[in-house]
């Protein structure tokens, strides 16, 4: 055999193998392939329906459908978080006269003195204003005839401007609803109201006056307007009820003895 034979045999070998490989190959990945692609048992199937409509048509003869009256216990009361109950908090009595009178102030006093009460320019500030927080017959005074003039607020000096009458505007409630609100708000007095019955003694007293005061002629600083204050703005604390330590503490002992007694009775 001469050497270029040789080399071709053995090429030939070599080939040969690589069919062969190659086939294996083949026939192994055709074996993979057909492992997945099992089809599906068919009593798996019938066993799925049968468990589908068995279930199914005892979940409908069960339960209650889609009625409501049916999936409804009646006097389920769903649990609402505290502060979440959707409800707006009920307003106090103080507080709905407090908010009265903030609906005078933006549709009458708004507009000079400010939502803020700060007052602007030659309008004087309401904040903390001694006209508002001291005696509340001069504020009435000022809110039901008017002020001119010169006049002094926390230590600034005003008087270019005039304050209109309101007595032509508001009524007796109105006036007594925003004064308070001006002294709740930018004077913080709480613990009194001024009253419709307090406007209206206001309003005899000093209403028949024509032109508006000046600051002079207000009444003096504490004078207040007379009349009692209403019972909703202090409402009557119910009674603690009454707790005597040393009673307390015998009546812990007699109710002892009487227990020992009761023992007693019992053993005999
Ligand atoms: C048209 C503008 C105007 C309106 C409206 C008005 N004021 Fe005045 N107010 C003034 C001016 C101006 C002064 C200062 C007058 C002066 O310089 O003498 C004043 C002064 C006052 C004062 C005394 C000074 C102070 O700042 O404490 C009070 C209290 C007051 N006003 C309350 C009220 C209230 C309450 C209302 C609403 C009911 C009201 N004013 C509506 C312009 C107004």
Redesign the pocket.
């Known amino acids: 055999m001469s050497e270029q034979q040789e080399n071709r045999d053995y090429d030939h070998k070599q080939s040969v193998r690589d069919c062969a490989s190659i086939a294996n190959h083949q026939t192994e990945e055709n074996l993979k392939l057909q492992e997945g692609n099992e089809s599906f048992p068919v009593w798996l199937l019938i066993v799925c329906v049968v468990i589908l409509i068995v279930g199914g048509s005892y979940v409908g003869a069960n339960s209650g459908g889609f009625e409501f009256s049916n999936n409804n216990k009646s006097g389920y009361e769903p649990s609402v978080p505290a502060g979440l109950s959707g409800l707006a908090p009920e307003l106090s009595e103080l507080e709905k006269y407090v908010k009265g009178g903030e609906a005078?102030?933006r549709a009458?006093?708004n507009?000079?003195?400010q939502a803020t009460g700060a007052?602007q320019g030659?309008?004087?500030?309401?904040v903390e204003?001694?006209?508002?927080i001291n005696g509340t017959e001069r504020?009435s005074q000022?809110?039901l005839n008017?002020?001119?003039?010169?006049?002094t607020?926390k230590g600034a000096s005003?008087?270019?401007?005039?304050?209109?009458a309101?007595k032509g505007v508001?009524n007796d409630k109105q006036?007594a609803q925003?004064?308070t609100y001006?002294r709740s708000k930018f004077g913080n007095v709480s613990d009194s109201v001024v009253t419709k019955e307090m406007v209206e003694s206001a309003r005899q007293k000093f209403g028949a006056r024509p032109n508006q005061y000046?600051?002079r002629e207000l009444s003096p600083e504490d004078a207040m307007l007379p009349g009692d204050q209403p019972e909703w703005l202090a409402p009557e604390e119910p009674e603690p009820s009454p707790e005597p330590a040393p009673e307390g503490e015998s009546a812990q002992i007699n109710s002892g003895s009487r227990t020992h007694a009761s023992l007693n009775s019992k053993t005999t």
């Open positions: 005078v102030y009458v006093c507009g000079c003195h007052g030659q309008i004087p500030p309401l204003s001694e006209w508002i504020f000022i809110v008017g002020i001119r003039g010169p006049i607020v005003y008087g270019a401007q005039e304050m209109p309101q508001l006036i925003v004064m001006v000046t600051s």
